[in-house]
């Protein structure tokens, strides 16, 4: 599952605003996990038929998409999955959610040349989210700004040094940004917040290896 086709993660990179680049990105200075999240989000949000990806949303995609690697920061799985599905609004089965990723990935656009010339265009299939644009919610550009100052480890991305953000590193800073009301729910839903700081903040010798 942690597998990244790499054109869906260029396709995802078209997405990606100049702001978001310069305060921090899930996608061109996230780790392959937090990636994954990332896309992940777009198809919640699409499900949930919004216009922008919430900060519950990438919440909700990093239990879907790195639930054995987190587990560890919850006394138990009912715990972790019932907050989920009460902060985040989202109670369907994480491989559910998979198969509508899956379905995504495995149903590109259709690709419609143009006889006798090489221009063609593309139309997206029904239930995917191919074509669609998706901004980020305030709550979510806030706590990505908090995560690239937080983090402790830097990678190499089209020529700059980004903030490596990082599934532990994401969830650690929804706890500490200020004025979102995720923060606290997620602070005080049985979370191992000591744990979770050792492992966000942790200095990475090699942070690259985590890009792919």
Not at 123 to 129: D, M
Not at 142 to 171: D, M, Q, Y
Request: charged letters at 25%; a neutral charge.
């Amino acid at each position: 599952m942690s597998h990244i086709d790499p054109k869906v993660l260029e396709a995802a990179k078209t997405r990606i605003t100049a702001d978001a680049a310069e305060e921090g990105s899930l996608v061109l200075g996230g780790s392959r996990h937090m990636r994954v999240a990332s896309m992940i989000s777009m198809v919640i949000a699409d499900a949930k038929q919004q216009k922008e990806i919430q900060l519950r949303d990438v919440v909700a995609a990093i239990y879907v998409a790195n639930f054995e690697r987190i587990l560890r920061f919850w006394p138990n799985a009912a715990v972790f999955e019932d907050f989920i599905a009460e902060h985040c609004g989202w109670s369907e089965h994480r491989l559910t959610t998979w198969d509508r990723w899956t379905y995504n990935t495995n149903h590109p656009p259709r690709t419609v040349t143009i006889p006798f010339s090489r221009r063609f265009f593309q139309t997206p299939r029904k239930h995917t989210i191919h074509g669609k644009t998706f901004k980020e919610s305030e709550d979510l550009k806030h706590v990505i700004s908090t995560a690239a100052k937080l983090t402790p480890n830097k990678v190499e991305s089209f020529g700059r040094a980004l903030p490596l953000i990082t599934p532990e590193l994401f969830l650690f800073a929804t706890t500490r940004t200020e004025d979102v009301e995720l923060s606290g729910k997620l602070a005080n839903s049985g979370l191992r917040l000591d744990l979770l700081e050792e492992a966000a903040l942790e200095r990475l010798e090699s942070p690259e290896k985590l890009r792919f």
